[in-house]
């Protein structure tokens, strides 16, 4: 069956002492719980390795990114074997924020998430309408061709391997949430999706997070949703108190 993850989203926050002062909070309180799901934090590329030294192995470790070039004359990119050569077993591919302000495609990523298997890197897969989107209603094809143009073209094994974000543009760092009806609807969608291209196993298999403005106060809400196996979480997560309340909410 598929897992439960709460995923931490540091983005560009924190400078490496914070960062590891924050990991080792969150590594500390994890250790006096048995939390219902994985735990994981996505952190700067200068912090992976000093965070992954003061964690255990019950905290998984996320970069936030990584190159769509294997090595080379790449000024200022980070690889996937440089990732995982630190010990970080997942990356986030395809946030809004690297589409919006960075310019990248399906194309693009999917060449990141091939580059992501070839390293053993579990990768958290972000997709999610923007708000003019969800006004008029396309939001549906748009996210189903967010994952076919993407993903499709992996085989069900592959595909198997890769953990679903939804966020919703207009609910990142916004403090408007999708309201648990709303993720149910297009969870369940997406679920659908995958099991019309790789058979129900693979979908019903596949973690499906909810990101945008999660909090301890609705994260219970949103979990509480068959089709919602936990969160990719922004903001909320800079703090290991409310990142452990969203953890606690399964
Ligand atoms: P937020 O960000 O929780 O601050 O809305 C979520 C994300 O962008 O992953």
Redesign the pocket.
């Known amino acids: 069956m598929r897992k439960n993850i709460v995923a931490g989203?540091w983005k560009m926050n924190t400078t490496l002492q914070e960062g590891v002062k924050l990991a080792t909070e969150v590594n500390e309180a994890l250790k006096s719980r048995t939390p219902n799901c994985d735990v994981i934090i996505g952190v700067p590329f200068t912090h992976l390795a000093s965070v992954k030294a003061v964690i255990g192995d019950n905290l998984g470790l996320s970069a936030e990114n990584c190159a769509d070039h294997e090595k080379g004359a790449y000024t200022g990119e980070v690889s996937a074997a440089m990732v995982a050569s630190t010990g970080a077993k997942y990356v986030i591919l395809g946030?809004s924020e690297r589409r919006q302000y960075y310019g990248e495609t399906s194309e693009i990523l999917k060449v990141k998430v091939e580059m992501a298997f070839a390293n053993g890197l579990t990768p958290i897969f972000c997709i999610g309408e923007v708000l003019e989107e969800r006004e008029n209603g396309t939001y549906f094809d748009v996210v189903k061709s967010q994952i076919e143009d993407a993903l499709f073209g992996f085989s069900a094994e592959d595909f198997g391997k890769i953990v679903l974000a939804y966020?919703p543009v207009w609910?990142?760092?916004t403090g408007k949430t999708a309201t648990a009806d709303q993720a149910e609807e297009i969870h369940a969608f997406i679920r659908n999706t995958i099991a019309e291209k790789y058979g129900k196993e693979v979908a019903e298999n596949t973690s499906i997070l909810y990101?945008?403005?999660?909090k301890p106060s609705n994260a219970k809400e949103l979990f509480a949703k068959p089709n919602v196996d936990g969160g990719?979480?922004?903001?909320?997560a800079l703090d290991a108190e409310s990142f452990m309340g969203i953890v606690d909410a399964f």
Do not use: K, M, P, Q
């Not at 990719?232 to 909320?236: E, P």
């Open positions: 989203n946030h966020e609910a990142i760092g990101g945008g403005s999660c990719l979480i922004g903001g909320a």
